[in-house]
């Protein structure tokens, strides 16, 4: 059941719960069978089996997904990883091209480069920002259109409404990786995206204490999905699964201080006479500020920064800060940061990352739900002690 309202902040607590629930306890429980009896006749993907992600906890959080992006279906995987492999799996088959961002999350793009040829598939990386790359890219054997809504770590917002509008014209299907804004930002299936993925990891969790995924489309596209789901066998376990309902609960109000925090952070560092550049789309100086106010109902809680002092300055930057937990993820209550070229961007070769602006300095910064005036009185005096 999905609730009627459209607010985040309704959707997030009552969407897909079930009312009454079982036993008319307020909070769906934790199915953990493995296993439930079946009517003579049941078809193999219809069994409830956790492999297959059909039990009751299942199902419920699959209906909790589905309200959260205003989809038809949802499935949940075991990881946001899962989730991206899993949708290319289930759509493409050897001989298929798929164009793809140019600044996807490392684990996407290392799948791509390392696995997209065994598979027999190919792809094309192309600029978000640029529709003749695109055109120059497709060939009659594209199917997909691979793309992220705030890239990581520069925070970019490509033409996200001209990639779907593309991809519909071209009878392609139109992917996005939604993880960096949540639903509470940005809903791209509105956008006219035909599947929307998030590593759940982050702000759906919310609270750096599980890994999950989800991907969240049409009644026949999510089939697919969970289809090769079941034999590729990356179901999420129901207990994972509670906490990720009990988490996404609070998404609206955690992500709405995430933005706020995120944009008075960005423009303190923004006015400091230590710092080189700030990227946050929020900010006027933002490349794509003016598209990304059209497209989002929140910049999000993600930002980086270079400081003039370099690589020796950001290091130090690091050692100096005494709220911020020096950690690769993000999306969580807790502010995190972290140096993309020594974590999420370690993979890349040292040309790649040059070429993509993922410099040795470059800091990343994950706001976390902490009062703001105490996020910015701590970069203030780690910024003091790393003055040359
Ligand atoms: C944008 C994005 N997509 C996918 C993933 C993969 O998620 P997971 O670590 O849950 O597999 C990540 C992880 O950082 C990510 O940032």
Redesign the pocket.
């Known amino acids: 059941m999905h609730a009627e309202s459209e607010s985040m902040e309704t959707l997030a607590v009552h969407g897909g719960e079930r009312r009454p629930g079982p036993d008319g306890s307020v909070v769906y429980p934790i199915y953990q069978g493995t296993v439930y009896s079946i009517e003579p006749g049941t078809g193999y993907h219809d069994l409830p089996y956790i492999r297959l992600s059909s039990t009751p906890s299942q199902r419920y959080l699959h209906d909790k997904l589905a309200a959260l992006e205003g989809a038809a279906a949802a499935v949940a995987t075991a990881?946001?990883?899962?989730?991206?492999t899993t949708t290319l799996l289930s759509v493409l088959r050897a001989g298929d091209h798929l164009l793809a961002s140019d600044c996807?999350?490392?684990?996407?793009h290392d799948f791509l480069t390392r696995h997209a040829e065994g598979l027999g598939w190919r792809y094309s990386f192309v600029d978000v920002h640029r529709p003749e790359t695109w055109t120059a890219a497709r060939t009659p054997q594209t199917r997909l259109f691979l793309v992220?809504t705030i890239t990581?770590p520069l925070m970019r917002v490509g033409l996200l409404r001209e990639i779907a509008g593309f991809a519909r014209r071209e009878g392609l299907l139109s992917v996005i990786?939604n993880?960096?804004a949540s639903p509470v930002n940005f809903r791209p299936l509105r956008a006219g995206f035909d599947l929307c993925?998030?590593?759940?990891?982050?702000y759906l969790g919310g609270h750096s204490d599980l890994?999950?995924?989800a991907v969240m489309g049409s009644d026949e596209l999510i089939g697919r999905v969970r289809t090769a789901l079941n034999l590729y066998g990356g179901s999420l376990d129901p207990h994972t699964g509670f906490l990720l309902a009990r988490g996404i609960k609070t998404l609206a109000l955690r992500v709405r201080a995430q933005n706020d925090n995120a944009a008075a952070l960005a423009g303190f560092l923004a006015g400091h006479p230590q710092v080189a550049a700030v990227n946050y789309p929020g900010l006027t100086s933002h490349p794509d500020h003016e598209h990304a106010a059209e497209l989002l109902s929140g910049f999000g809680g993600m930002l980086s920064l270079r400081l003039r002092g370099g690589e020796q300055a950001a290091k130090a930057l690091l050692d100096a800060l005494r709220l911020p937990s020096v950690a690769?993820?993000?999306g969580g209550v807790e502010t995190l940061i972290t140096r993309p070229a020594t974590s999420?961007h370690a993979g890349l070769s040292a040309e790649d990352r040059d070429r993509l602006g993922i410099t040795a300095d470059l800091i990343r910064i994950s706001c976390g739900i902490e009062a703001a005036q105490d996020i910015i009185a701590d970069f203030d005096q780690a910024l003091a002690k790393t003055q040359p």
Request: glycine share 14%; no cysteine; net charge negative.
């Open positions: 990881s946001g990883m899962a989730a991206v996807l999350y490392g684990g996407t992220e990581n990786d993880t960096f993925l998030h590593s759940a990891t982050k890994v999950a995924g690769p993820s993000l999420s």
